[in-house]
């Protein structure tokens, strides 16, 4: 069977036999994270696995009422814009929907400022956690209890958080101890979220014996097996929210553990849809995309100009997808999304290119000039201005490996040939 088919297949078996399985001392333990900014899987490429609204749906199937906690491993979102922030919060917000237990405060989230620690708490229902950071002025918890475990949440870069918010953080081992001790004394199995990789949780299980679960950030999938290190287990749900990772907890030890790839098998969740909506009609309404930064070219004739002399090449991109590409992303609502319409579009990062269908109506689109560059000059003067030759290095920043994993110049090109 192909790896694809067995996910399926592995996702349908689970859901039918597991809700049945859960023993009376058992809980469920589901844990997420590693958003990095992909709220949603971009569409460019099909079928693609991840986004919010997939991860509500499978959190949602993949619990047992009133014995599963929910944890999140934070990294949100990879800057610190305005749209970083609203895209945190979305985030936040989405995982209330599941009832989350407890979410890393890291670096990434302390970068959009002490301010929005407020705002994600409570919009995630209190969730964040920081061991080394909880207590002070910023409002998140040391750790938090849910089921029969103890919760806490580190991040080893505490130097640049300190930075960041204008605290001092306890060092990562006086944290880690404060969640051994607590959990002894409260008879409670202590789980630790880690921003750090794998190799650094290994220390700290070494260190820290008696840590029964350690979650660590990968770039990549989640591990066929949990690692293990003595009686600890460490496990990571992956990058790019992509997957989520589901173990039981026995009474004794942690059993049961699988991964599921948030593939489109798993419809959008009402709830969450509702809160992607929202999130959407912020970024347009505070037209984000009128923000980003552009630089000065030559100027843009637009892909009409073209036409009264090269008929046979207009019709050609004419029939092609890239005349269209505009109006796939404003099928999405995502045509005011500075994350999507750069290379849906001609020239966005410059003075003279795309503002909106309105303003620029020949700039739309991945138009003539998205590969041959800005011809205004040419246009008018086509003898006295000559364009460069282009070739498959124009291709490359839009069809990347992330958006066009299937690209390949010589098949693609055959499809556009002019
Ligand atoms: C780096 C450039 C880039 C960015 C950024 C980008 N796209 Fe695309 N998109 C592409 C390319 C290239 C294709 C064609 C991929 C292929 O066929 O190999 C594509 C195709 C698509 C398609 C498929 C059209 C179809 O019907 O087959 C959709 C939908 C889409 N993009 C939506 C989005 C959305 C939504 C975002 C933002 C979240 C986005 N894109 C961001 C480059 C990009
Ligand atoms: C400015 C960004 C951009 C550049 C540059 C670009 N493309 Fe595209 N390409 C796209 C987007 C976006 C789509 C998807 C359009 C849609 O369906 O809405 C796409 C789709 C395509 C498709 C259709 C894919 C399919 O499955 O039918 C082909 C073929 C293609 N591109 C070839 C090329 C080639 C070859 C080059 C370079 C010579 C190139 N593109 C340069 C953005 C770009
Ligand atoms: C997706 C990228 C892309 C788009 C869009 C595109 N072209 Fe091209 N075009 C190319 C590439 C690449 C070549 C060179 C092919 C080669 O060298 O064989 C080319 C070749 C040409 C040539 C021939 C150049 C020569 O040296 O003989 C002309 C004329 C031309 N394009 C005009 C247009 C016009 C007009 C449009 C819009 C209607 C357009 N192109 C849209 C990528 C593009
Ligand atoms: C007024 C007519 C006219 C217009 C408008 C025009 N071109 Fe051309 N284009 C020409 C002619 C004529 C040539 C051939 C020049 C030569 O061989 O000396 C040419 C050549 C080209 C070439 C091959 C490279 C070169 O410079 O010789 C490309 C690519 C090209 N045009 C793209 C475009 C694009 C893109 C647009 C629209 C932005 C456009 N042209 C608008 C007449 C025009």
Redesign the pocket.
Known sequence: MKPLVWIVALAVLSYSTISGMVGHDHHVLIIAGATDGY????????PMSGGLRRRVTAIKQLSVPNMTTVIETGGFVKDSGRQDQMKAEAIAETMKLVKVAAINYGLEEARLGAGMAASLDRLSGEALVATGLGGGAIPVKKFKVSGPFLIGGIDPRIEQIGAALGSKLEPIDESVRALTDEAKESKLVPVLMTRGDLESAEAIAKKHPSLRLIVCSVKSSPYDAPRRVGDTLIVTPGEHAKYVVRIEWDGQAFTAYRFFDLGPEYADDKQAQEVYTAYLARVTSEDLLSMVPRSETDVFAGSAACAPCHAAEQRVWKAS?HS??LA??E??G?DR?P??????VVGLRSVNGFRSRAITPNLTD?GCESCHGPSKLHAMNPTKHKLAKVGKES?M????T??????DFDA?WAKIKH
Do not use: R
């Not at 920043?397 to 990347?400: A, E, G, K, T």
């Not at 992330?402 to 690209?407: G, I, Y």
């Open positions: 709220l949603s899987p971009c569409g460019c490429v099909k997808a269209k590409a796939t992303l099928k999405e995502h999304d994350d999507c319409t750069g290379c849906h991945v291709c920043p839009c069809h990347n992330e958006h066009s994993p299937t690209f693609y």
